[in-house]
C-alpha cells in the first residue's frame, strides 16, 4: 500500500543546501597565509651590559637607502648579486682574512661540521620601499637555504626543503643558522 | 544472449531519474568547503597588494596568527594616501598595537600564547619607516614571532 506511506518531498532539500554552500563559497576565504617568517630580537635592557663587539669581518652589511640602491660591504651592491655574494660571504670557500672564521661543532645527527662565524647586518632606511626590503630579505634567505640544501645534499642526500623528519630539518638549521641581524632603526640620508 | 537482455530493460521510455542523494551530495561539499575554509574576518580599508618572494614558508596554524594590515586607504579622498595601521576592522595608531596584541594573546589558551605569530599583510608601495615603527611595537610587547606576508613569485629586481 503505497498510498499509507508517502514520501516526503525532498526536491527542495537540493536547493536549500546549494544556497548554504553558495553562502558558505562567498564569505570565507581559502588562501593559505604565507610569507617570511623572522624572529625580531627582544627589546634591549637597557641596563644590560654590552654585547661583546663582533669583528669586522664576519659582518657583512648590507644597507637599503631611501631611493632603493643596495651597499654591500661599502661597495654599490646590486639585488641580482645578493644571493651569491652572501652565500660566498657565509662559506668563505677561499678562507680569506676579510671573510668570516670559521669553527668545528659538534651537532648531533651530523657530527663534526664545519660553522661559519659570518653575520649579515641588514640596514634599511625609513624611505626604503617595503618591496625592496623584502626583495633583499628574500635573496639573502635564499643564500641561507642554498647552503642548507648544499649541506643536506652532501650529509643525507636530500635537499634542505625536502627532508621530513623534523630532527634532522632541526640539525640543519642549528649547523647553518639564519644569521640575519636587523640593526636598531636609524635615520640615514634622511627624507 | 546478455545483450538482448540488456536493451530489454533499457526500454522503459523517459524514466524519472531519482534525485534523492543530491541534497546529500551537495551537503557533502558544503562540509567540504566548511572544514577547508576560514571565515572572512574583517574588511580590509587599506589597500593591501602583497609583494612575492621565492623563500615563502606556509603558517600551518591559523588560530595561532594574528593579522596587522599596513598600506594606503582605500578610500584616499577621505583618508588621504599616508600608509596607516589596521587592526581587526578599523584605523589605529602606533600606540594601539600593544593593546592589540595583549587582547590577542588572552584570546588563546595559555600554553599556545608562546607559538602566537604576528602576520604582517603590508602593501607593496609601503615606505619601511611605518613598518619600522610596527615592529619597534612589537618588540617592546615581546611579540618577535613574525611573519612578512609575501605571495609566491619572483622578486621585484
Known amino acids: 500500500m503505497a498510498r499509507m506511506n508517502p514520501e516526503i518531498n525532498a526536491g527542495s532539500m537540493a536547493d536549500i543546501a546549494f544556497l548554504l554552500l553558495v553562502f558558505f563559497l562567498v564569505t570565507t576565504t581559502m588562501d593559505v597565509d604565507t610569507g617570511l617568517r623572522r624572529l625580531l630580537p627582544p627589546p634591549i635592557d637597557p641596563n644590560a651590559?654590552?654585547?661583546?663587539?663582533?669583528?669586522?669581518?664576519?659582518?657583512?652589511?648590507?644597507?637599503?637607502?631611501?631611493?632603493?640602491?643596495?651597499?654591500?660591504?661599502?661597495?654599490?651592491?646590486?639585488i641580482r648579486r645578493l644571493r651569491e655574494q652572501t652565500k660566498n660571504f657565509i662559506q668563505n670557500p677561499t678562507n680569506d682574512p676579510n671573510m668570516p672564521a670559521k669553527f668545528m661543532d659538534e651537532i648531533e645527527l651530523l657530527g663534526e661540521v664545519e660553522r661559519s662565524r659570518g653575520v649579515v647586518s641588514l640596514q634599511n632606511d625609513r624611505g626604503t620601499s617595503y618591496e625592496m626590503y623584502i626583495a633583499v630579505q628574500n635573496e639573502l634567505a635564499a643564500?641561507?637555504?642554498?647552503?642548507?640544501?648544499?649541506?643536506?645534499?652532501?650529509?643525507?642526500?636530500?635537499?634542505?626543503?625536502?627532508?621530513?623528519?623534523?630532527?634532522?630539518?632541526?640539525?640543519?638549521?642549528?649547523?647553518?643558522?639564519?644569521?640575519?641581524?636587523?640593526a636598531e632603526p636609524k635615520d640615514i640620508g634622511g627624507r | 544472449?546478455?545483450?538482448?537482455?540488456?536493451?530489454?530493460?533499457?526500454?522503459?521510455?523517459?524514466?524519472?531519474?531519482?534525485?534523492?542523494?543530491l541534497p546529500d551530495i551537495i551537503f557533502m561539499l558544503l562540509f567540504f568547503f566548511m572544514?577547508?575554509?576560514?571565515?572572512?574576518?574583517?574588511?580590509?580599508?587599506?589597500?593591501?597588494?602583497?609583494?612575492?618572494?621565492?623563500?615563502?614558508q606556509k603558517l600551518e596554524r591559523k588560530s595561532l596568527?594574528?593579522?596587522?594590515y599596513i598600506g594606503p586607504p582605500i578610500q584616499s579622498q577621505i583618508f588621504g594616501t599616508e600608509?596607516?595601521?589596521?587592526?581587526?576592522?578599523?584605523?589605529?595608531?602606533?600606540?594601539?598595537?600593544?593593546?592589540?596584541?595583549?587582547?590577542?594573546?588572552?584570546?588563546?589558551?595559555?600554553?599556545?600564547?608562546p607559538l602566537m605569530i604576528t602576520?604582517?599583510?603590508?602593501?607593496?608601495?609601503?615606505?619601511?619607516?611605518?613598518?619600522?615603527?610596527?615592529?619597534?611595537?612589537?618588540?617592546?610587547?615581546?611579540?618577535?614571532?613574525?611573519?612578512?606576508?609575501?605571495?609566491?613569485?619572483?622578486?621585484?629586481?
Open chain 1, 49 to 78: 651590559p654590552e654585547p661583546p663587539p663582533v669583528r669586522e669581518r664576519n659582518v657583512m652589511v648590507v644597507l637599503v637607502d631611501m631611493n632603493d640602491r643596495l651597499l654591500v660591504r661599502g661597495e654599490l651592491g646590486d
Open chain 2, 83 to 113: 600608509p596607516r595601521i589596521q587592526l581587526n576592522d578599523a584605523f589605529a595608531n602606533l600606540n594601539e598595537i600593544a593593546g592589540f596584541i595583549e587582547t590577542e594573546r588572552l584570546a588563546r589558551p595559555e600554553a599556545e600564547r
Open chain 2, 119 to 157: 602576520s604582517m599583510k603590508i602593501d607593496r608601495e609601503t615606505k619601511m619607516g611605518i613598518v619600522t615603527d610596527v615592529k619597534q611595537e612589537l618588540r617592546l610587547v615581546n611579540a618577535l614571532n613574525i611573519n612578512y606576508s609575501t605571495i609566491r613569485g619572483e622578486v621585484a629586481r
Open chain 2, 35 to 56: 572544514v577547508t575554509t576560514t571565515m572572512r574576518e574583517t574588511t580590509l580599508f587599506v589597500r593591501n597588494t602583497l609583494p612575492s618572494a621565492t623563500e615563502i
Open chain 2, 65 to 68: 596568527v594574528s593579522f596587522i
Open chain 1, 143 to 182: 643564500a641561507f637555504n642554498d647552503i642548507r640544501n648544499e649541506l643536506s645534499m652532501e650529509r643525507f642526500g636530500v635537499r634542505f626543503d625536502q627532508l621530513t623528519d623534523p630532527d634532522l630539518v632541526d640539525a640543519i638549521r642549528r649547523a647553518v643558522p639564519l644569521a640575519i641581524s636587523e
Open chain 2, 1 to 21: 544472449m546478455i545483450k538482448g537482455r540488456f536493451k530489454q530493460e533499457s526500454a522503459p521510455k523517459s524514466q524519472k531519474i531519482n534525485t534523492a542523494s
